[in-house]
C-alpha cells in the first residue's frame, strides 16, 4: 500500500526557508518520478518540481535557482529545500508519486506553507 506524508510547512518570513519532507510508505526506486506540487486558493495545482527515475529534475520558472527537489532512497523520502521564499510561495504543498505512464498516480494529502511578516 502506498502512502506518502508530507511534513515541514509552516510560517515563514519572506527571504527564509523551509525544507519539506515526503516519508513514503515503500521504496521509493518503485517510482517512475515523483515530484512537488502546489495549490494556492482559487488556484489550479501547479507543477513545482519534478525528478524521474534517471535523476534528471525540471522546476517551474517561478522557483529556479530558490528551490532544489532531492530524494534520499535509504530513508524512502522526497525533499524540497525552498530558499529565498516570497509571499506568492504560499500554498498547500504536495507530494506526488507515480508508476510508469499513465498507469498510478499517488498524492499526499498537503502540507501549508505560508510566507508573510
Known amino acids: 500500500q502506498v502512502q506518502l506524508v508530507e511534513s515541514g510547512g509552516g510560517l515563514v518570513q519572506p527571504g527564509g526557508s523551509l525544507r519539506l519532507s515526503c516519508a513514503c510508505s515503500?521504496?521509493?526506486?518503485?517510482?517512475?518520478?515523483m515530484g512537488w506540487y502546489r495549490q494556492a486558493p482559487g488556484k489550479e495545482r501547479q507543477l513545482v518540481a519534478r525528478i524521474i527515475n534517471a535523476g534528471i529534475t525540471n522546476y517551474a520558472e517561478s522557483v529556479k535557482g530558490r528551490f532544489t527537489i532531492s530524494r534520499d532512497y535509504a530513508k524512502k523520502t522526497l525533499y524540497l529545500q525552498m530558499d529565498s521564499l516570497k509571499p506568492e510561495d504560499t500554498a498547500v504543498y504536495f507530494c506526488?508519486?507515480?508508476?510508469?505512464?499513465?498507469?498510478?498516480?499517488?498524492w499526499g494529502r498537503g502540507t501549508q506553507v505560508t510566507v508573510s511578516s
Open positions: 515503500v521504496n521509493i526506486f518503485s517510482f517512475t518520478s
Open positions: 506526488n508519486a507515480e508508476v510508469g505512464v499513465r498507469t498510478s498516480s499517488y
